[in-house]
């Protein structure tokens, strides 16, 4: 019953592949006019109108849907979750919810079909002036194949619990992460991940400078220095481990989520680049049309070496296929899983640039400024650049484990949307079933 958004997301997706162009991302100057001085500026105007009609449309469908939802007889808020995927899913639901300030809730009772659900609140903003705020929730929720699951919220006056603190221990050395599947470990003094199952054995190859950054920076080889570490968020569904710390010249931020069901650790990383060359370009003594080829090993790079008992398999996602590789580069679509056939990790990025294989570490590519082609041109950053990438680990191969599940499970996350009930058509069952 909702309206037709076809139009829409037919601007978007075309408006999307125009700023995924190779010519428009790379090559620089274009000859001015309607589009401005810089293609770069269009890629980025089109990615911003992009995200915003995305956005729109998932909010408008979900708004569709809500209206014919009925709530309980005392929900403050009904949330709607819908699962994109088609196969049936335990995730951390994301939902913002908006109250008046004079009637702000000190905690939230969250139920579905009447049974209470486990939350954790992420973050709470004041609008300007104060008389709205804003928290955003994660809740665990179960959701069937491409279905949709209606939650109630009450908002209560009861204090909140005394915070969980989610199985952290804090050491001069480390700080360590207990959950249900193992133990997380971050060095303080290098930045180091390490990460164990229930039984002490190690999923990530101890000393192998895992999490450590490397990158050539204006022609001097560097390696990641933390300066500060810090449990940035901690609760009952999961913990944010933060490091802040230079990359020779360049300032960089990244936050670890850890999860206490599942295994698996996100990352987000942030680096600030003011024009400074990051990497390294072949360059001939006279160009005059040669080749100047880009050294990926001297890039903006993080490294993880898998523990394994045998010879690694390394399997990599293609459009609509997965297939074995042996190449040193493997330029992968959402994921690249590598296993000995009894245990593996399966490496999920958001846009990453690649990665790099030597047989025991693979390094995914985070970033390059500097010489790229055709003599003259360049490709220079100046601003904040944030990454996201993720690693699971699994029992079994890549098929065992579900690689290709994982790997869409973490780039399309449930989408939520939290509104005060109306009189509603429809029960959730209803919904779910249909």
């Given at each position: ?10 601007e ?13 991302n790379i ?9 401005g001085?810089?293609?770069y500026e269009?890629?980025e ?8 009609q ?6 408008a ?7 014919l939802?009925k ?5 403050d ?5 819908y ?11 994301e ?20 049974a209470?659900?486990e939350y ?29 699951a ?13 915070p ?8 001069e ?7 249900r ?16 199952d ?6 990530l ?18 390696r ?11 609760g ?5 481990v933060r ?11 990244n ?12 990352f ?5 680049v003011r ?25 903006l ?5 898998p523990?394994?008992?045998g ?23 959402y ?19 690649g990665?790099?294989?030597?047989g025991?570490r693979l ?9 790229y ?19 699971t ?42």
């Open positions: 019953g909702g309206a037709n958004r076809e139009g829409t997301l037919a978007a997706w075309k408006l999307l592949l125009t700023a995924q162009h190779h010519d428009i090559c620089g100057v274009s000859s001015g006019g309607e589009h001085d810089f293609l269009v890629a105007r089109f990615y911003g109108r992009v995200i915003d995305a956005e729109t449309v998932t909010k469908s979900l708004k569709s849907v809500l209206t939802m709530a309980g007889e005392e929900a808020r009904i949330i709607l979750a699962n994109p995927l088609n196969w049936p899913r335990q995730a951390l639901v939902v913002r919810v908006l109250s008046d300030k004079k009637s702000f809730p000190n905690s939230f009772r969250i139920s579905k079909d009447g209470p659900l954790q609140v992420i973050k709470t903003e004041e609008y300007p002036g104060g008389y709205l705020s804003l928290t955003t929730l994660a809740i665990s929720l179960e959701l069937g194949p491409q279905g949709f209606a939650v109630d919220l009450m908002f209560s006056p009861e204090e909140p619990a005394a969980d603190p989610g199985g952290v221990v804090e050491n050395e480390a700080i360590t992460v207990h959950t599947w193992g133990r997380f470990m971050l060095v303080r003094a290098t930045g180091e991940c390490l990460a164990f229930l039984e002490g054995r190690p999923w190859l101890p000393g192998a400078e895992n999490g450590v950054f490397t990158a050539t920076v204006n022609g001097v080889d560097c990641s220095q933390p300066e500060e570490t810090e449990v940035a968020a901690r009952p569904l999961f913990t944010v490091v802040r710390g230079r990359i020779g010249e360049l300032p960089y931020w936050e670890v989520t850890v999860y206490r069901d599942c295994p698996r650790l996100d987000r990383t942030t680096v600030e024009g400074q060359t990051v990497g390294a370009t072949e360059v001939p003594a006279e160009w005059e049309g040669k080749d100047e080829p880009v050294v990926q090993e001297k890039k790079l993080v490294h993880f070496t523990a394994l008992a010879p690694a398999e390394v399997a990599q996602d293609f459009p609509f296929t997965v297939a074995p590789t042996r190449n040193g580069y493997i330029n992968a679509g994921w690249v899983d590598v296993s000995d056939g009894r245990r593996g990790l399966t490496f999920a990025n958001r846009g990453t640039m990665y790099l294989w030597d025991r390094s995914n590519i985070l970033l390059y400024s500097g010489k082609s055709w003599g003259e041109r360049q490709a220079f950053l100046d601003g904040r650049y944030t990454l996201e990438y993720s690693l680990f699994h029992e079994g191969d890549w098929r065992k484990g579900g690689a290709h599940r994982l790997g869409l499970e973490y780039n399309f996350p449930p989408v939520a949307l939290a509104n005060k009930p109306r009189p509603g058509k429809m029960h959730p069952a209803e919904l779910e079933s249909g």
